[in-house]
Nanobody
């Protein structure tokens, strides 16, 4: 069982910045990908950014140049630095992790979500 705990959401004005964190805990052998998705009211959950254990990143076009994903493998923690935030970035942000347990079974876990609101 893998638990993901997110933190860092909140209310920020347009043009402001926030940093989200997500720490993984529990019993697992390895996590090879972590990432962030977001879901705005009435919309589907969409990819924001992902990062592999080797550092390969992938971003949604809407956040390229403004958001940066990073990862501390030793702490099993992923971060999302969000700069120049826009009202359309308002959503619940979910952390996700994909990996293997000690018997070779794959897992994909989700955090409980953290609210990000961009408003003046």
């Amino acid at each position: 069982q893998v638990q993901l705990v997110e933190s860092g959401g909140g209310l920020v004005q347009p043009g402001g910045s926030l940093r989200l964190s997500c720490a993984a805990s529990g019993s697992f052998f390895s996590i090879y990908a972590m990432g962030w998705y977001r879901q705005a009211p009435g919309k589907q959950r969409d990819l924001v950014a992902t990062i592999t254990s080797g550092g390969t990143t992938n971003y949604a076009d809407s956040v390229k140049g403004r958001f940066t994903i990073s990862r501390d493998n030793a702490k099993n923690t992923v971060y999302l630095q969000m700069n120049n935030l826009k009202p359309e970035d308002t959503a619940v942000y979910y952390c996700t992790a994909t990996g293997n347990n000690y018997v070779g079974e794959g897992f994909s876990s989700w955090g409980q979500g953290t609210q990000v609101t961009v408003s003046s």
